[in-house]
């Protein structure tokens, strides 16, 4: 895994009820080192990721999203939007498109 995950060695416990818990299973669990942020650069590694900018708006256009942030500026010509917002913020960003009812749901 190129150094980036290692075996967790941790001692899992289920609460089913409160003040019962159970071990849980043998399952191989992973961890990135030395700290997650490391799995999140690993992957982007290549990629340009714009860090201190604050997205107010996303819309599609020809097929592809374009990104408007808090400065006026834009960035765009994306494939695929990928958000992880609750649903109320993502719902503020996607204002007037039809994705937006979805997101609402």
Do not use: K, N
Not at 3 to 27: H, K, L, N, Q, S
Not at 39 to 67: D, E, K, M, N, T
């Amino acid at each position: 895994a190129c150094g980036v995950v290692e075996r967790w060695p941790a001692r899992v416990v289920a609460i089913d009820v409160p003040g019962a818990w159970r071990e849980t299973g043998p399952e191989t669990r992973w961890v990135a080192v030395p700290g997650m942020p490391a799995l999140a650069r690993h992957l982007l590694a290549g990629i340009p990721v714009h860090l201190g900018a604050r997205v107010v708006r996303v819309r599609r256009s020809g097929g592809q999203w374009q990104l408007v942030f808090d400065d006026g500026s834009q960035a765009g010509g994306y494939d695929v939007l990928l958000s992880t917002l609750p649903a109320p913020q993502a719902v503020a960003l996607l204002e007037g498109e039809p994705l937006a009812g979805r997101a609402a749901a």
